[in-house]
DNA sequence: CCGATAGTTTGCGATAGCGCAAAACGGGAC
DNA sequence: GTCCCGTTTTGCGCTATCGCAAACTATCGG
């Protein structure tokens, strides 16, 4: 079991409150592992038997229909818990997750949970927040895709990917993990072709620079007011 | 500060694990309140100074934007929580209650949750669940609504109504609670005028029976193939 | 009992975005 | 350096669903 330098984590929201000493002990239960990119760490319907911290890279969380049609349910940035299908009452996991660059996870059994809650309430209060603030992303989505277009929709999307992963350029800001047309569109409820479409204009307007898997906002401020305006023209 | 007789919620998810005399404790923080049909129990963007349980009627929370349209966030039960704002760390309630039907609710305040939590941690794994569950709900919403015609989304949303508050009659299933097209239109991401199409087609076929913010499932097994199927034809 | 009001139904264009198909492109593997 | 494969772009017809408008109808208050 790899020792796990607790001075990497201890600033995390999710240990707020948790002395160094327990820190330690939680870390102990732990053990860490790497993903390479494109890699699964859990696949959606398989036995819950651990949860998982993310260290370093990107995965992607998406769920997928009995139909295979798939959506991105988040992204997960490093510092953020990931697959706590224990914590909210499920047997498996929701959803199937995927490194999308080579990622370094801490690893906890599922069955450490309720000894780490029950010696931590700490950890049960903080991972109360931290899902409470998914659930919101959550209706601030479903809000979104009721009453917004598909092109404000992917201006907010990108915006939010900016914010949480996005890597100051000094041209732009710059999305710092792969991501296809495909994924945006699974994270906005419509097509690969209608995204490309829409990046497609927003390059020949210099709002953006993009390629494969690749995106970079040339224009931040441009896309905030794409983002909000609600259905107005926009033609140059 | 009323008297709330503990035998009506202690069998509640809420308080899973709470001994009798906890429970006592726990309820003597509280005050019980009626809210008469179609009074507001919160607002939007208002301080979070209280959450509630419900004990009798149903409550309808709603998001609303800045342009003026608003979703249907869920509808609560007897015995769910909602307004549960601070535990999820938001300062603010994220949305509006209104009482569709005259209710009664506990109510605590805000500033007891903390020494709650602190008291009886129980309370926070059991919160943990609830809040939970309603995400996942709410991703499984996100993926209707990115994968499915409107027809499959009404019918899965006026299923689950069935299933959380449905009343069993000998000719089928009526939700128990006044719900009007709108309403249905705001939880499934479209409009009244799409779900009274929809519903009088269904009528037609003998699925449903519905008037005035009034909905009978007469047939919720056909309902249920109607939501399950992807996109072929069905026509009579 | 009757009128006012909120909710519902329905018709009819308009259109955003889908779905299919095919071509162009870019990057890595060998 | 070249080939191959996954990604992206783009054209084009189609249609589910919206948006507006107008008629209709229960229900409730008085």
Chains 1, 2 share one sequence.
Not at 144 to 168: I, P
Not at 181 to 194: C, E, K, S, W, Y
Request: zero cysteines.
């Amino acid at each position: 079991m790899a020792k796990v330098d607790t001075s990497l984590v201890a600033h995390l929201p999710l240990f707020a409150g948790v002395t160094p000493e327990a820190l330690d002990e939680i870390l102990r239960e732990a053990r860490s592992a790497r993903y390479p990119k494109n890699s699964a760490i859990f696949e959606q319907g398989a036995d819950a038997q651990s949860f998982f911290l993310l260290l370093h890279g990107h995965v992607r969380a998406a769920k997928t229909t009995p139909t295979g049609e798939q959506i991105v349910v988040r992204y997960v940035a490093p510092g953020e818990t990931f697959g706590l299908a224990m914590a909210i009452g499920a047997v498996q996991y929701p959803a199937t997750a995927i490194a999308v660059d080579d990622s370094v996870v801490l690893i906890w059994p599922t069955s450490a949970w309720p000894r780490l809650v029950e010696r931590f309430p700490s950890l049960a209060a903080n991972t109360l927040q931290t899902v409470g603030a998914r659930l919101q992303e959550s209706h601030t989505r479903i809000l979104e895709m009721s009453t917004q277009q598909v092109e404000q929709r992917v201006a907010h999307a990108l915006l939010r990917l900016a914010k949480q992963s996005g890597k100051k350029l000094d041209h732009g800001i710059e999305i710092d993990f792969p991501i296809s047309r495909q994924d945006i569109a699974q994270m906005t409820g419509t097509t690969l072709h209608t995204v490309s479409r829409i990046l497609s204009g927003w390059e020949s307007q210099g709002l953006v620079e993009s390629g494969r898997q690749r995106i970079i906002l040339r224009d931040p401020h441009r896309i905030v007011v794409l983002a909000e305006r609600s259905a107005d023209s926009g033609a140059a």
